[in-house]
């Protein structure tokens, strides 16, 4: 029995298996996700997911699922499931399911009339392929399976619907089929490892529907297209391999194929090989460009995210080579001293304040991890966005004669907490904000640091006096007596917000900080008592009139919700490494224990992974993504960070 393993009585608990999700990625853009009983519960599940180029490069639904049918002494077994209208459910598969484990890749056993059959699936690695192994475990006579592909060849972000424009057609080609529903798409190649025989039966599956969806406020309900189904003879002892790739393979090498990539993967057999496995799942290198994906299902890679997760994902990986691969990617995007939050290649969009302040956290980490030569790969870069910042840039993003940055862009949210509700932000935190001033005395310090090493006098000259100046400001602005804290954001309209909100913390965690130890020591008290869960920091004090304890809704709510009391495991990274810089060896235990207290979750919501958010109330339900990139890669981060002052973690 593997770490992580359902036994029946669990998975055929529909409220139970449906909100348990799998996710698996090529590390080139594809991927694989559903439910562990194999039912698809949202418009982002899909057996086969790649983004298709001729769309710009958008991931595309290919093949949705798969009805794998047991068929003997004339009964039929189909070990399917889809959901349709008035919780219906057909076929009902999952009553056959005896186990689902996960230690190296998915695997069902399925018990039906006296057959027993496991189902494995995997995604080779940089290739859009998809493979399940079928091995007949015991059955005492020869039978007949039957599968059935159901296609949607869309958007991820859209649905389906029968339509004339499909294309019904297919093609035969060695052990199997190919077919594409519409022009410009990819062939979907549809091949076995021994001969079978397929009948040409196309058809709409009408009303399927996606109960998370309809959480969520969105449409919900779609039409897949089957062409038919593949049937072959099997008897105990065989096993067969399927394909659904976008090239034509060769079918003599697929049960080879499938063997080497299991080989290859890391077993999920621990926590902390859980956490290395969900790490690796973000990388995505394509087109020449290597990029950390934010969060599946629906992010792509986003600037801020990819700095902030990049250390964590880095321990994972070769340190340096990967970490230069990924910062020169970005570097390629900066303009103007910025980085873009989000967008394309094509279509960046640059309205974040503190992207580029992350990118010089991320460098700082490059720096001390061995990175030799940091100065010269990315001196110009790190100078930039000093230079970009003092003399000011897009956003109302400038320095005030004070040394601090105040950022000002009517109707954008220029910080991390960046939702928007009816085109208006829902915490804009417009002015000076306390983390991005953090981060900017961290930025300055960090150059003049290496300018000296450098011996860049011009750069010397115009700032080696400017930390003085951030650092005496910034206790003016932020530092209260009466209230033991920080203000969160102070701005020319509002004045001081003395919110309690996690923002302050991340001044605690930084190479350089304008705080003493008490100073710190205040911060993190306040925030133990009012922010840390055992999932992360809430994003506002429960004792806030504006605070919300559960995330949910349509998207309005939920955007408001989002940064209003919302549990974001990502801040334990700061917040426990600001513990550490405090309390040395004595705080070593509660970080272990808020850090270890992830364990739990490994069997639910994304499985093997962590959520991007948690309800601030208890128990702390799991929210958005099922798997977020800065989640996972902080809590391995603070792992590292224990091992130099503990080593028996």
């Excluded at 459910?89 to 069902?108: A, M």
């Excluded at 699936?121 to 059955?139: G, I, K, N």
């Excluded at 961290?442 to 650092?471: G, H, T, W």
């Amino acid at each position: 029995m593997g770490y992580i393993n359902f036994e029946k009585s669990k998975l055929v608990n529909l409220e139970y298996s449906l909100s348990r999700e799998i996710i698996r990625t090529n590390r080139a853009g594809s991927y694989s996700s559903t439910t562990i009983i194999g039912c698809n519960t949202r418009k982002y599940h899909g057996l086969l997911v790649c983004p298709v180029e001729n769309f710009g490069g958008e991931r595309y639904v290919l093949l949705s699922s798969l009805d794998v049918t047991v068929l003997k002494n004339d009964q039929s077994f189909n070990t399917g499931i889809r959901k349709y209208a008035g919780d219906y459910f057909s076929p009902k598969g999952h009553k056959y399911i005896e186990n689902f484990d996960v230690e190296t890749i998915p695997s069902r056993i399925i018990r039906v009339g006296g057959v027993i059959l496991e189902h494995e699936r995997l995604l080779v690695h940089y290739e859009e392929q998809y493979l399940a192994r079928f091995t007949v475990l015991e059955s005492s006579e020869p039978m007949k399976l039957q599968i059935r592909p159901f296609m949607a060849f869309r958007n991820i972000h859209e649905l389906t619907h029968a339509n004339m424009d499909a294309n019904t057609k297919i093609e035969f080609i060695r052990n199997g089929i190919k077919a594409r529903l519409y022009e410009g798409f990819p062939y979907l190649h549809m091949q076995f490892s021994k001969n079978v025989e397929f009948v040409h039966v196309p058809d709409w599956y009408l009303g399927v529907e996606y109960p998370e969806e309809q959480k969520r406020g969105y449409d919900y309900s779609e039409d897949l297209f089957t062409p038919g189904f593949f049937e072959l003879d099997v008897t105990k002892g065989d096993v067969i391999v399927f394909s659904a790739s976008t090239k034509e393979e060769k079918v003599t090498g697929l049960k080879t194929k499938f063997t080497k990539t299991v080989n290859g993967k890391i077993p999920r057999n621990s926590f902390i090989n859980c956490l290395r496995n969900a790490a690796q799942q973000f990388v995505e290198k394509r087109n020449g460009k290597t990029l950390i994906i934010a969060g599946y299902h629906w992010f792509g890679s986003w600037g801020r995210d990819t700095f902030i997760a990049l250390p964590g994902i880095a321990l994972t990986k070769d340190k340096l080579a990967f970490y230069r691969e990924v910062l020169d990617t970005q570097v390629e995007k900066m303009k103007d001293g910025l980085f873009p939050n989000m967008g394309s290649f094509d279509n960046p969009a640059y309205n974040s304040v503190d992207a580029s302040l992350w990118f010089t956290w991320s460098v700082q980490k490059y720096f001390e991890n061995g990175g030799k030569d940091t100065w010269e790969r990315y001196g110009e870069a790190l100078k930039s966005v000093v230079y970009a910042y003092s003399k000011g840039t897009e956003f109302g993003i400038q320095m005030r004669e004070n040394g601090l940055i105040y950022a000002d862009a009517p109707g954008k949210s220029l910080t991390w907490m960046d939702a928007v509700v009816n085109g208006e932000p829902v915490t804009q935190r417009k002015g000076f904000a306390v983390e991005v001033n953090a981060l900017w005395y961290n930025a300055v310090c960090f150059a003049i640091e290496l300018a000296q090493m450098a011996n860049d006098r011009k750069f010397l000259k115009d700032y080696e006096s400017l930390p003085e100046l951030i650092k005496t400001s910034f206790h003016e602005m932020f530092c209260s007596l009466e209230t033991g804290y920080m203000a969160d954001y102070v701005n020319d309209d509002e004045g001081a917000n003395f919110f309690i909100r996690p923002n302050m913390i991340i001044a605690t965690s930084l190479p350089y900080t304008m705080l003493n130890k008490d100073e710190m020591k205040r911060i993190l008290d306040i925030a133990d008592k009012e922010l840390v869960t055992p999932r992360g920091l809430r994003t506002l004090s429960p004792g806030n009139k504006f605070y919300k304890g559960t995330y949910g809704g349509n998207q309005e709510e939920r955007d408001t919700a989002y940064h209003n009391g919302t549990v974001w495991p990502w801040l334990l990274g700061p917040f426990c490494e600001g513990l550490l810089k405090v309390y040395g060896n004595l705080g070593v235990q509660k970080v272990k224990k808020l850090i270890n207290g992830f364990e739990e979750v490994m069997d639910e919501h994304g499985i093997t992974t962590i959520s991007e958010i948690y309800d601030g109330d208890p128990p702390h339900a799991p929210n958005g993504t099922i798997s977020q990139a800065w989640s996972v890669a902080e809590i391995l981060r603070i792992i590292d960070l224990l091992e130099k002052y503990d080593s028996n973690i």
